[in-house]
Structure formats: structure tokens, C-alpha cells
């Protein structure tokens, strides 16, 4: 069964710093995708960012040159370093892990509430 389990959210003031982590298992790791994406209220989900099992990333452009995707495959664990957080940052942040051959299934964590505020 694959499980995804973040954590590392909060209440943080603006400027501030947090580092989500996400800890899946069940799956192989290494060879996937991974992705980070966050869901503001009355909002749609949305991608903070990406990271291929090569190393290539992708970012929101509301995100690039504050937040950072990262991933340690022997822990199989994927981070999201967050700096220089505003209020628009506010949100559940939720990691994805696929799409996953041979079918293409993705699979989600429950999310971690990051709320910056003053």
C-alpha cells in the first residue's frame, strides 16, 4: 500500500521560513516523479513544484528563487524548503508522488497547513 505522510507545516510570519517533508513508502521511490502542491482556500489545487527521478525541476513562477524541491532516496523522503514565505502562501500543501508506471497512478498525501500570518 503506498502511503505519503507530510509534515513540517504551520503558523510562520511573513519572511519567515518552513521545510516540509513528505515520507512515502510502499513504493519505489527513486524511479519516480515527485511533486509538491498546495490548495488555498476557495482556491484550486495547484503545483508549487516538481522533481523528476533525473533531477529536473519545475516551479510555480509565484515560487521560483523562494522555494526549493528536494529529495533524499534513501529515506525516501522529498522536501520543499520554503523562504522569504507571504500571505499568498497560505495553504494545504500536499505531496504527490506519479504519475507511476505501467498505468500512470498517482497517489497523494492527506496535506500539511501552512498559514503565514502575521
Known amino acids: 500500500q503506498v502511503q505519503l505522510v507530510e509534515s513540517g507545516g504551520g503558523l510562520v510570519q511573513p519572511g519567515g521560513s518552513l521545510r516540509l517533508s513528505c515520507a512515502v513508502s510502499?513504493?519505489?521511490?527513486?524511479?519516480?516523479?515527485i511533486s509538491w502542491y498546495r490548495q488555498a482556500p476557495g482556491k484550486q489545487r495547484e503545483l508549487v513544484a516538481l522533481?523528476?527521478?533525473?533531477?529536473?525541476?519545475n516551479y510555480a513562477d509565484s515560487v521560483k528563487g523562494r522555494f526549493t524541491i528536494s529529495r533524499d532516496n534513501a529515506k525516501n523522503t522529498v522536501y520543499l524548503q520554503m523562504n522569504s514565505l507571504k500571505p499568498e502562501d497560505t495553504g494545504t500543501y500536499y505531496c504527490?508522488?506519479?504519475?507511476?508506471?505501467?498505468?500512470?497512478?498517482?497517489?497523494w498525501g492527506k496535506g500539511t497547513l501552512v498559514t503565514v500570518s502575521s
Open positions: 504527490k508522488i506519479g504519475p507511476v508506471p505501467p498505468y500512470g497512478d498517482n497517489y
Open positions: 510502499g513504493i519505489i521511490f527513486s524511479i519516480n516523479t
Open positions: 522533481l523528476t527521478s533525473a533531477g529536473n525541476t
